[in-house]
């Protein structure tokens, strides 16, 4: 592959066999394993039957919250009859005696079937990302592989012409190692709107929900009641029966 | 465009009268920001590819991102009958989300037209 230089202007003419044989299957390879991952993770998910006791507590949770976000709509009394039933110091739904709180990490780690979800998952992500990124290096390194269209300052010069070694060439002239993170990047995108609604799921947001473990079984309970404690009743249809004469009144007319 | 033609920003919020409470219907916020999230995505990319083609360089490129995300914030609240209050809850929603998200994409998308056009 040669790169020709015209002799007064900047730019660089570039083969096209670059664009053939780089560019389009760079981007060809990455749309497909991308679509390959999601059809593996569909077949990999192995149904797990669900801890009874985890899912009581889950539906807890959430029951407590529904009452937290309409308890502006039901009688002061019926709210303060829900809240003693879930708060109660002695039998209340939400109140876990302190010995028993579990830790969920422990539990989770000793759950079989749970890492080996998890290390799937990892992997099945991992993976794919690191052969393809080893195969670009191996066979497309040591040429300019695309031209991006705004300037950038020298210091993106290692990161991204890390296979050229012309310290003249100007720096939008990039390597192929480039054009795969912007593939990668930019391709987000373009899976969610082909694998339908976030099920492409990339691998900057996957971190980030390795990152954040918080299991909601240990601390949600306490946390519910809490929340549920601080809640001020708010009496918010304190007219409703007069709204709804106006309401009527409109429909009859 | 097929993502606007069968996706009509669906649901509303009921406002109470005097008091002006206004209550979420969580699923459809959820379906309107989708729908936020698909047309600006969808947008980016063809937006990305004309820009290439047109040989934006340098900073008209990203004025002409910008003025995409401004056609699109235009479009939606046109779509949600200039009353956004009653599909979403706040403005910056319908004029911000996805913003970046977008960027991407487009990016993408301007680099490999404007070198398949221009370059090779």
Known sequence: ?253 | MAVHSDSASSGKKSSNGPNELLTFNAENMQNNMKIIYYSRTFLSIIGGVVAGILGFTGLKGFVFYLLLMGLTSLGLVAKAGFSTHTYFDSWNRVLLDGFLGGLMSFVLFWTFAYDIVHIF
């Open chain 1, 1 to 253: 592959m040669h790169v020709g230089i015209r002799a007064m202007a900047e730019d660089l003419v570039l083969d096209t066999a670059i664009r053939d044989w780089v560019l389009i299957p760079l981007s060809v390879v990455m749309v497909l394993i991308g679509v390959l991952r999601y059809f593996v993770s569909m077949l990999l998910c192995s149904s797990q039957t669900p801890d009874a006791k985890i899912v009581k507590e889950g539906q807890v949770i959430l029951r407590a919250r529904n009452l937290r976000t309409g308890a502006n709509f039901v009688p002061s009394k019926s709210f303060r009859l829900r809240k003693i039933y879930f708060c109660n110091e002695e039998n209340g739904l939400l109140f876990v005696p302190k010995g028993q709180v579990q830790n969920p990490q422990a539990q989770m780690f000793s759950d079989p079937n749970m890492a080996m979800d998890m290390m799937k998952k990892n992997l099945s992500m991992i993976i794919p990302q690191t052969l393809t990124f080893a195969w670009v290096n191996f066979f497309f390194s040591g040429f300019v592989a695309a031209k991006i269209p705004f300037p950038l300052t020298q210091r993106f010069r290692s990161m991204l012409q890390n296979g050229i070694d012309l310290s003249t060439v100007d720096v939008s002239y990039v390597s192929s190692r480039s054009w795969y993170f912007l593939n990668l990047f930019g391709l987000r995108g373009l899976f969610s709107l082909i694998l339908g609604e976030e099920n492409a799921v990339d691998d900057t947001q996957r971190m980030m929900q390795m990152g954040g473990f918080g299991f909601d079984p240990s601390k949600g309970l306490s946390a519910e009641k809490d929340n549920i404690d601080i809640t001020q009743h708010d009496w918010a249809l304190p007219y409703c029966e007069q709204r709804a004469e106006a309401v009527l009144r409109k429909v009859i007319s």
